[in-house]
């Protein structure tokens, strides 16, 4: 038992590295990382498919209100992150947060892993293969409604999967003629405006689920968000950094490759064993 608790710290305490550093990166707050990993092993350790995967994504946007928090310094610093968005799209944001937290607590957990793998899986295909992004405006649309309703998407399919808003927000800002650097830095922001709400919206819609990992508030739990954050605040702050030298074309494949390596290893725990 002892052996075993060692090894779950030093696996969520690595997992807090590589989420940290691809929540800088990348700015999608390191869920594609935390989620699959925190799913892999409550589901090893016994406890039911049918709270496994809501623990995990609501486990993942907890730690990244606080990878977040060190990432969003460091862009701001960078001069990566665009104010004008974060006015435009934190109202719609936080509402879809709500509400997709709300109604994944009443999706089945079979039926949450399929919509994790398959919205991972479009996303990494169309960033691996687009050679080169398409640009609908040479700006955000100065409708209020239309900002909503896009920010509100982001929002709301972000915390279906547990993550940051970056697999949505970077290639929409970037269709907005954003340049990659800045949609990464400002998606860190916007991460935040998704988590926090989220992550608290899930521990009021699971106060009253049973047989939760111990050290659980409602579905988010404090030990992982604990152990995650403890190492991923330090390298977000890192990530940060080295997306400011990366060149575009390198971030989207580092940012399809993390994404397609999810869905292959959900499918293969999920549907082949």
Not at 7 to 18: H, K, Q, R, V
Not at 83 to 98: L, Q, R, Y
Not at 225 to 248: D, E, N, R
Request: glycine share 8%.
């Amino acid at each position: 038992m002892e052996f075993q608790l060692v090894n779950l710290t030093i696996t969520f305490l690595l997992t807090g590295l590589a989420s940290g550093l691809i929540a800088g990166l990348l700015g999608v707050g390191g869920g594609i990382i935390s989620v699959p990993i925190s799913y892999f092993i409550l589901l090893n350790l016994g406890y039911s498919i049918d709270v496994v995967m809501h623990v995990a994504i609501a486990s993942s946007l907890g730690t990244i209100v606080f990878t977040s928090i060190s990432s969003i310094r460091s862009h701001i610093n960078l001069q990566n992150v665009e104010i004008s968005v974060i006015k435009k799209w934190a109202p719609g944001i936080v509402f879809g947060s709500v509400i997709g937290s709300i109604s994944a607590s009443k999706i089945h957990g079979e039926i949450l892993v399929a919509i994790f793998i398959c919205l991972a899986f479009l996303i990494s295909i169309n960033m691996f293969f687009q050679k080169k992004i398409i640009i609908i405006a040479n700006d955000l649309p100065q409708s209020h409604s239309i900002n909503f309703i896009t920010s509100g998407v982001i929002g709301f399919l972000s915390v279906l999967i547990g993550i940051g808003g970056g697999s949505f927000s970077v290639p929409t800002l970037s269709a907005y003629s954003k340049p990659m650097h800045r949609a990464v830095g400002t998606s860190a922001v916007i991460g935040f405006f998704i988590a926090l709400p989220a992550a608290i919206t899930y521990i009021f819609t699971g106060r009253d689920i049973l047989n939760l990992p111990p050290y659980s508030f409602g579905y988010v739990n404090v030990l992982i968000v604990l152990l995650i954050s403890s190492t991923s605040v330090f390298t977000a702050h890192f990530g940060a950094k080295l997306s400011s030298k990366t060149k575009t074309t390198t971030l989207k494949k580092i940012f399809a490759v993390f994404l397609l390596c999810t869905c292959i290893s959900l499918i293969v725990e999920h549907f082949v064993f």
